[in-house]
């Protein structure tokens, strides 16, 4: 173990544990997830990972390797690095017989859903290895950072690996002093930007989650925030509001007031009320849908199931379709036996 208290401890995770089966085809994202370390240097306050089992069921694990005593309320301070990994995964997948393929899912493989795999270089070497280790047996692969940036470095193994990769970034909003308030560490909004870019024009299919947009943000901010995205010209913009559910929501709240950003901490307090957050949730989800069609982005809606449960009839339609749907990107196209594509009604004004 390395670092004090005030500082991110780091130590190696000593799972034996290789590839996970998801429940993230659920958002039509993968089927697989592989992840490089176990806690996270970014710290984001609204981060659901730490009330996972992953974090949960390992409290001996965690004090013993890194000295934590809350895994949540320290989440952002400890990060326990997968040594090996890439190496121990080519191997794994030289063995596996059988793939799991769902129609949503499409067998792809999520690095890394529950830690930023580009937070630091450590990781970063590490995630160079496990996606080449993946996209050399041709399982396609979605990567996800805060730091394309520093993703960069390995250009070479993303361009190497041609359709089986696509890399992508969560993208919340414009405002850095609203976003550096909850995701305390993670580089501004803008250099996640223009590190896809650099993707985009190496030709590296590249893919955003506005994920969550923030209460603060009217249709004229989302608007901004989607002309700025296409610049970058994803395959697919995924969207979904925030959820004021569970003890991170209240830390989010908490950091935003301790950020000094007082109407973001004031207008997410409001969201606690149903109707509220009912109304400011499909509101955004109505404009994303609306502007990315104006723009001719490929959006896909991301809606919270408990929000289908408290609209209207037709919003409920509106709504579940964006469930049912398939990404609208090339990386998704692979037939399944039961692939669909249903009709998605067009967002009210």
Partial sequence: MSGGHDEVRTGEDPTKAILSESGLNSKHLCDYVVNVATGCRHGCKFCYVPSTPNIRTRPDMLKEEVDVENGQKEWGKYVLYREGLGE???????????????????????????????????????????????????????????????????????????????????????????????????????????????????????????????????????????????????????????????????????????????????????????????????NHLRWVQKIGEELGLPIHLWPDKQLIKHVSDEEQVWLQSWRDRQSPEKFAERETPNSRTPHIPHARS
Avoid at 99 to 104: A, G, S
Avoid at 157 to 183: L, N, R, W, Y
């Fill in 88 to 282: 121990r995964l080519d191997d794994h997948l030289d063995r596996k017989r059988s793939w799991r393929e769902t129609e949503r899912g499409r067998g792809v493989v999520g690095v890394s859903f529950s830690t930023d795999c580009y937070m630091d270089g450590r990781a970063g070497e590490i995630t160079r290895n496990v996606v080449a280790a993946l996209t050399g047996h041709e399982k396609y692969t979605r990567v996800l950072t805060r730091n394309p940036i520093l993703a960069l470095q390995d250009l070479d193994v993303f361009e190497d690996a041609g359709k089986h990769v696509t890399i992508g970034s969560s993208i919340p909003c414009m405002d850095a002093d609203q976003v550096g308030a909850i995701e305390p560490s993670a580089p501004a909004p803008e250099h996640r930007l223009r590190g896809l870019e650099k993707f985009n024009e190496n030709g590296v299919q590249t893919f955003v989650s506005m994920s969550p947009t923030y209460p603060t943000q009217d249709k004229a901010d989302l608007r901004k925030q989607l002309e700025r995205i296409a610049e970058c010209d994803p395959a697919v913009v995924f969207h979904e509001p925030i959820n004021p559910r569970g003890g991170n929501f209240e830390m989010t709240v908490q950091a935003a007031r301790d950020a000094g950003e007082e109407k973001l901490a004031a207008d997410l307090d409001l969201l606690r009320d149903r109707d509220r957050w009912a109304e400011y949730a499909t």
